[in-house]
């Protein structure tokens, strides 16, 4: 029993060790990664390429399924180069797995000592979290060992000499067997790991471990599919084709099962090299034998899997990857580009309300309580988004871009909320009091309003470029736009003396919105107080340096 827990205790660790060399990569190279993952690659050959190499260094293919299943899903990558690149991952796993078989007993102990001094001594630097890794990586290489040690009395004890022996070489039963292997340990190279200590102890023979091996790609795929359960169609369709590829190649190999196991078994090596051996070759030319098949295998997938009509209308987060939580920098770009959306639905509605006071539509129609709805839901995804970032791993300038995405956040919903209130005022106008402005009233007031998207879309801008110089301007443009909203309200005064029924009836209203606008006006231009916070403020004139001061 001990022995067993054992076992069970190297195989948690090498799912550790395989876990933190990923999440250190991420955090590392992250950006990097996303980039050439989510590249539009013409070429599928590019795309398998990337599939390999980024397997290798997150040492996980699994990972890369994570990581090409949410690209798709957010619409950075066409589904055909996804498919190509997880055929990449394929084979880039089965190579990592003939070179973690190597002698590297002695690197393990000093990969873990230096590891732990860099991480601990320089834990937010870049070299603090290749030490994460240089750590991640001497797990991997003990929990190797200790599986290889520690299964080798198992296979011995007469019970499991029994079970094994039940496995005649039924490929089916056999493959069946080695995805459960894969399933249980979480890791397809655990699964290989096991079945070429078996092998080498002759508790199974060479067609059993090859039907294993097989079995254990398969449980791979059946787990990626598994992970993609809550993502949408988008993603969900990656992790089918790279399942189905694994399946036809069970297929493909049933026929020359018996040539190639004879012909396997007669080269002079030692059982495990054999076992690795094979699913190196097997994941290769597998691989490379359906990479042309991607495009229809897309297709089919697409139609497997077709995408779903939202049925209730409300808008969905598109970016808020969880898998990316930890990568800091990959978290916090998703969640200013769900923030851009809200920013693109509050400019929606500021047009809707400039078609309201021309008179083009009625002031609160179903579309427009659909979006002020659609910025709810989508304020609430970022901030729980954001809640789920460790803030202590961060880096002082992610935690600026923290600060900054969550307070745009908020001031974008706060503007829907008053956006709407200055419709039902409106929409109140027309029904209730059947009273409308005046010519020169309503002018005043759709200047005002375009004056107010042109910030709203400056500030968004300034959000995402992080532009001094572009700050400096919707600040300049926050001052004319006070200097404006105080012209107006003195001209409608002066309509006032003038005995104009119009604006007499419509004077509250008037001027409850000219303040509404100068409040949306302020939020619109906070973002400009976040950049030129952080960079030099020596060239602004005195007049924007009294600005900053005075702003709210």
């Known amino acids: 029993m001990l022995t067993l827990l054992n076992l069970l205790s190297a195989v948690a660790l090498l799912i550790w060790g395989t876990h933190i060399v990923r999440t250190g990569i991420l955090r590392v190279y992250g950006s990097n990664l996303r980039h050439v993952i989510a590249h539009n690659m013409s070429r599928r050959w590019l795309a398998f390429v990337a599939g390999i190499a980024v397997t290798a260094m997150v040492q996980s293919s699994n990972a890369t399924a994570m990581l090409v299943t949410s690209f798709v899903g957010q619409g950075l990558m066409a589904l055909t180069p996804a498919l190509a690149t997880m055929l990449g991952a394929d084979v880039g796993t089965a190579l990592m797995a003939r070179v973690l078989t190597l002698d590297l ?81 979480y890791s397809s190279l655990a699964a290989v790991l096991l079945t070429a200590t078996l092998a080498g102890a002759s508790v199974i023979s060479l067609p059993v471990a090859i039907g294993l091996v097989i079995g254990a790609n398969i449980g791979s795929g059946i787990l990626a599919f598994l992970s993609t359960s809550m993502q949408n169609a988008a993603g969900r369709q990656v992790a089918l084709g790279s399942l189905l590829y694994k399946l036809i190649g069970l297929l493909l190999i049933i026929p020359v099962l018996d040539p190639l196991a004879h012909w396997i078994d007669s080269l002079d090596f030692s059982p495990q090299e054999m076992v690795i051996g094979f699913h190196l070759l097997y994941n290769t030319a597998r691989c490379l034998i359906l990479l042309p098949s991607v495009g229809p295998m897309a297709k089919l997938c697409a139609w497997l899997l077709p995408e779903r009509p939202d049925i209730n209308g409300t808008a969905k987060p598109r970016h808020l990857d969880p898998t990316a939580l930890v990568t800091p920098s990959l978290a916090l770009a998703n969640a200013a580009r769900e923030t851009l959306r809200m920013g693109d639905l509050v400019d929606s509605l500021l047009e809707a309300m400039l078609d309201v006071l021309r008179g ?77 402005f005046s010519e020169d009233g309503l002018e005043e007031l759709a200047g005002l309003q375009n004056q107010l998207i042109a910030n709203l879309r400056l500030g968004l801008s300034v959000f995402l470029s992080a532009d001094p110089q572009s700050a400096r301007q919707l600040l300049r443009e926050k001052r004319r736009f006070r200097a404006q909203e105080r012209r107006l309200a003195h001209a409608h005064v002066s309509r006032l003396n003038r005995k104009i029924v119009q604006s007499i009836e419509t004077s509250s209203l008037h001027l409850e919105l000219i303040a509404d606008m100068r409040r949306l006006n302020s939020l619109f231009c906070s973002s400009a107080y976040a950049v030129l916070g952080t960079s030099d403020t020596g060239a602004l004139a005195a007049d924007d340096i009294t600005d900053i001061t005075h702003s709210p």
């Open 360 to 436: 083009k539509q009625s002031a609160v129609t179903q579309e427009i309580r659909r979006q002020t709805d659609d910025v709810e839901a989508l304020y609430s995804a970022i901030k729980l988004y954001l809640a789920q970032m460790p803030r202590e791993d961060l880096s002082e300038q992610d935690s600026r871009r923290w600060a900054e995405t969550i307070e745009l956040a908020i001031n974008l919903k706060l503007a829907s909320d008053v956006i709407e209130r200055m419709l039902r005022k409106v929409q109140q106008q027309k029904t209730s009091q059947r009273r409308s």
């Open 105 to 185: 007993s002695w690197l393990s102990p000093l990969l873990i000592f230096l590891g732990v001094i860099f991480f601990l001594s320089r834990k937010q630097t870049r070299v603090g979290q290749m030490g994460r890794v240089s750590i991640g990586l001497g797990l991997i290489i003990l929990a190797l060992q200790l599986i290889v040690e520690t299964a080798t009395p198992i296979t011995q004890a007469q019970g499991v000499k029994v079970i094994f022996a039940s496995l005649t070489g039924d490929i089916l039963l056999d493959a069946l067997v080695g995805a459960l292997f894969a399933m249980i340990s």
